[in-house]
């Protein structure tokens, strides 16, 4: 399946959760950081029990710190 990660293609199997894409994209520092899939923010507790679908947009954010 196909999927586009903050612009870019990226393509998993059927069945991925968010969860497993977030580790695949070696950001397990997690805090700080938010998850929206087609312009929807997906909570961090959801992220394991979110499963992507075919050409789903997902945007992730990190906080910046800073005044």
Same mark, same amino acid.
């Given at each position: 399946?196909?999927?586009?990660?903050?612009?870019?293609?990226?393509?998993?199997?059927?069945?991925?959760?968010?969860?497993?894409? @977030?580790? =695949?994209?070696?950001?397990?520092?997690?805090?700080?950081? !938010? $998850? /929206?899939?087609?312009?929807?923010?997906?909570?961090?507790?959801?992220?394991?029990?979110? @499963?992507? =679908?075919?050409?789903?947009?997902?945007?992730?954010?990190? !906080? $910046? /710190?800073?005044?």
């Amino acid at each position: 399946m196909n999927i586009t990660i903050n612009n870019q293609p990226y393509s998993f199997d059927e069945q991925t959760s968010l969860e497993h894409v @977030i580790n =695949q994209l070696n950001l397990e520092d997690t805090k700080g950081i !938010a $998850v /929206a899939i087609n312009e929807t923010i997906v909570p961090k507790n959801k992220w394991s029990e979110t @499963i992507l =679908q075919h050409d789903d947009k997902i945007i992730i954010i990190g !906080a $910046v /710190a800073g005044g």
